[in-house]
């Protein structure tokens, strides 16, 4: 297996980022908001690109995950939080997951939502337990090209083009309801799983192929570096063109016709009427359960190898069941635990919708710590990151924490 095939870290983690959570989220913000955040998709793209290239960094720098890599940095009960807090976000996050999937695939098939959400996670575990994740990621990520659909949307119905560009330049609406919804809209965007996600499969690859860690062979720098700069600006891209048209598309179909409040997986998918008409439902369930099924075990991969590399556990999805016996059990636990929130009774797109929220939130402090390794030279020996690249992952650090103490004080401060 080699990054450098087909598929690498960084277009996993795109087509990962626009998970069930993404596609509720953003179909939410333009649906209430019409054209009015569709600036945070331009704002986020550099952001995010930088943030996941420094966790790519990190992993292939060192040889060692982004947990392993922020307990040399930081005391033990700071990373112990740390992983916590990814852990309830994550959790959280599938159970959000495994419960619109299961609203999709109830709105095409009928039947119970309760036994596909049971369904949906005894096959997410069964294949992390079974086969490698990126040997059947090579298959699921087609099911991503469903999204596209947004993108046919955009080209049948008006577009109030003015007001789409000015939105797109413009902030106008930093009201409580708006702040929440950016703040959903860039923790489902700049997510804490995929830091973890990206900076694990990155190290991976260096002990399961007996290369060495970059700052221990200069002469592969320039290659990977090159590498991992492509691949993660792909991924990116991606991931934000297709939000983008998530949003453009739902604020010209939704938003026109008055639907400014996403309830129910059938009022989510009318978005997608003018190219699919009655198959819309269809196409709609396609893409969350597709997504899902790329995301789930991402969200739970990055809890295990969190947790794994702070208590010094062997960790890797190139390993056996037997062989990595701990990791595989966090893998299971978390997504099993996920699947109790199925029976909160809570509404699985509003569930997505606050799993962006807290995931906008948890991110924060993930990130300050992320930055902290990175800039390390007892970490990153001399290919620790220069000011450029720093300068922008702090930036982003920024932009969420004020986003999220700005909601905070405009929701339960008057």
Wanted: charged share 10%; proline share 3%; with cysteine.
């Amino acid at each position: 297996m080699e990054i450098t095939g087909d598929i690498g870290p960084g277009v996993i983690t795109g087509a990962a980022d626009d998970d069930p959570s993404g596609i509720a989220t953003y179909s939410q913000a333009g649906a209430q908001f019409g054209y009015g955040l569709l600036w945070t998709m331009l704002l986020t793209y550099p952001l995010m690109a930088a943030v996941q290239l420094v966790s790519a960094h990190i992993g292939r720098v060192t040889g060692a995950g982004l947990a392993k890599n922020i307990g040399r940095a930081l005391p033990h009960w700071i990373v112990s939080l740390l992983v916590t807090i990814l852990l309830i976000a994550n959790i959280f996050n599938i159970g959000a997951d495994l419960s619109a999937m299961a609203a999709a695939a109830q709105l095409v098939a009928g039947g119970s939502s309760h036994l596909y959400v049971i369904v949906f996670a005894v096959v997410c575990v069964t294949l992390q337990l079974l086969v490698p994740y990126r040997r059947y990621a090579e298959v699921l990520k087609w099911l991503t090209l469903s999204l596209f659909a947004y993108v046919g949307v955009i080209l049948l119905v008006h577009i109030d083009w003015p007001r789409a560009l000015l939105g797109m330049v413009c902030p106008r609406n930093l009201g409580t309801a708006a702040l929440l919804t950016i703040v959903a809209v860039f923790g489902t965007t700049i997510s804490p799983y995929l830091f973890f996600w990206q900076s694990s499969q990155e190290a991976e690859e260096i002990a399961t192929t007996n290369q060495h860690a970059l700052k221990d062979a200069p002469r592969a720098v320039r290659k990977q570096y090159r590498r991992m700069r492509i691949d993660t600006l792909f991924g990116m891209a991606f991931s934000n063109l297709i939000a983008l048209a998530i949003m453009l598309a739902t604020a010209a179909t939704l938003n026109a016709k008055g639907i400014t409040n996403i309830g129910s997986a059938a009022q989510a998918a009318e978005a997608l009427e003018p190219i699919a008409g009655r198959f819309a439902f269809l196409l709609f369930a396609i893409g969350i359960i597709g997504t899902g099924l790329l995301a789930v075990p991402v969200l739970a991969g990055s809890a295990a190898f969190a947790v794994g590399e702070t208590h010094g556990w062997k960790t890797g999805l190139e390993y056996k069941p037997r062989q990595a016996a701990r990791f595989y059990t966090i893998i299971a636990g978390a997504t099993f635990v996920g699947v109790l929130i199925d029976w909160s009774n809570m509404n699985p797109i509003k569930a997505l919708f606050w799993s962006a929220v807290l995931n906008g939130v948890s991110a924060v402090p993930i990130m300050a710590a992320m930055m902290v390794v990175a800039s390390s030279r007892e970490i990153m020996g001399h290919l620790h990151e220069r000011r450029g690249l720093l300068t922008f992952g702090w930036a982003a650090t920024a932009v969420m924490a004020l986003a999220s103490v700005a909601m905070l004080v405009t929701s339960f401060g008057g």
